[in-house]
């Protein structure tokens, strides 16, 4: 369900739905959620629901044509009856040969990718967006493959949905958890300062699920990574799992597999809370860690502190042999030069800043 309790209560005031009546609103809005479930009133005939879409391009772009500062939400903009976490506004849709397309009413039709407009407030963060993730793609980190695209003359970030692959033309759901969900822990709870978890029990969970030993090495890199460039939003309900249901599409392993990285984002150039969504060794603010919160911090990725600082210096090395370049191929793209810049100074500050901290790393005893 969505967290921007405007968008939220404006879904349920159209329909009449009460605030405490969740299973109503979960009939309504069930058809396309996250993950693989498709939830109907009872007694519903699930077979009797089509699959079709409907073409939103053009009022998606006059939408997008005006200012942020006076756009609505997509997903009223656009009337749909669509339904994901997260308090930014975007929008679910099926991406097809420069078409953009939602599921009709009382339609089973999946989604592929996410849109996500430009900001009301929080000035460049389609391009932010789109610069982190390109870095982490060529760090190693799995990611979904995303981009910016033209909209009537705005341009989005675009992401593929990374509980949703295309086969033969069809899209095809795949079931989804995040770390909150598989914890059994409230939204509400996300970050670690109101009782949510931390990276201790965020490894643990991985062990417990079985997935591969080098999904244990991804996140512990895309934890650096998060603190490298200044990704402070970077909470539970954004690391997730994926189960695969679909054995006869072809995928990566069985069971249970560590989802996809996203939404990372630098929210370092923006007037944010600057505290981390999971302390570092207990450290909440990076300018006050030190040797023994790294330590600490390799405990709780159980990690050897050599481990820690080779995967530290390996993942600074990778930043720094790609960040200038995505900074001069973003700027040529799109200009808004200022915003690739003060990304670039952040991410160059925090790597010389953890290159020190792996080098006591790897002299601990």
């Given amino acids: 369900m969505p967290e921007n309790t405007a968008l939220l209560s404006y879904m349920r005031s159209k329909l009449r739905i009460t605030h405490d009546n969740l299973f109503m609103f979960l009939t309504e809005y069930g058809l396309e959620s996250a993950g693989a479930l498709i939830i109907v009133e009872e007694g519903r005939d699930v077979s009797e629901l089509n699959c079709e879409y409907r073409d939103i391009t053009d009022k998606l772009i006059i939408e997008l044509k005006k200012d942020p500062e006076n756009q609505i939400d997509l997903i009223i903009a656009l ?38 407009p430009p900001h009301r407030i929080f000035k460049g963060l389609p391009y932010n967006e789109a610069f982190c993730m390109e870095l982490a793609r060529r760090v190693g980190i799995p990611v979904p493959m995303s981009d910016i695209v033209n909209i009537g003359g705005a341009e989005v970030f675009i992401t593929e949905r990374y509980d949703r692959a295309v086969a033969d033309g069809r899209v095809i759901r795949y079931h989804q ?35 591969q030993k080098t999904s244990v090495v991804d996140f512990a890199r895309v934890a650096i990574f998060n603190v490298i460039i200044a990704n402070h939003d970077a909470h539970a309900k954004n690391f997730s799992f994926l189960y695969n249901y679909q054995p006869e599409i072809a995928r990566d392993g069985t069971g249970v597999t560590l989802a996809p990285f996203y939404d990372l984002v630098c929210t370092g150039i923006y007037p944010l809370n600057e505290s981390f969504a999971m302390s570092i060794g207990g450290i909440s603010y990076f300018h006050e860690l030190d040797d023994d919160a790294y330590r600490q911090f390799a405990g709780d990725l159980s990690l050897p502190y050599n481990a820690l600082s080779g995967l530290i210096n390996d993942t600074i090395g990778k930043v720094r042999a790609s960040v200038s370049d995505i900074v001069q191929s973003y700027t040529s793209r799109f200009g808004n030069e200022d915003i690739f810049i003060k990304i670039f100074n952040i991410i160059t500050n925090n790597c010389k800043i953890m290159e020190k901290a792996s080098d006591s790393l790897n002299a601990s005893p």
Avoid at 87 to 108: H, M, T
Avoid at 184 to 197: D, Q, S
């Fill in 79 to 116: 009337d749909a009856k669509i339904s994901l976490a997260g308090a930014q506004n975007k929008l679910p849709v099926r991406y097809e040969n420069g078409k953009f397309l939602i599921s009709a009413d009382n339609s089973l039709a999946a989604t592929s990718h996410v849109i996500k």
């Fill in 177 to 211: 958890e995040d770390f909150c969900q598989a914890l059994g822990i409230n939204h509400a709870l996300k970050y670690e300062i109101a009782g949510g978890p931390g990276f201790r029990d965020c490894i643990a969970l991985l062990n417990r699920s079985g997935v």
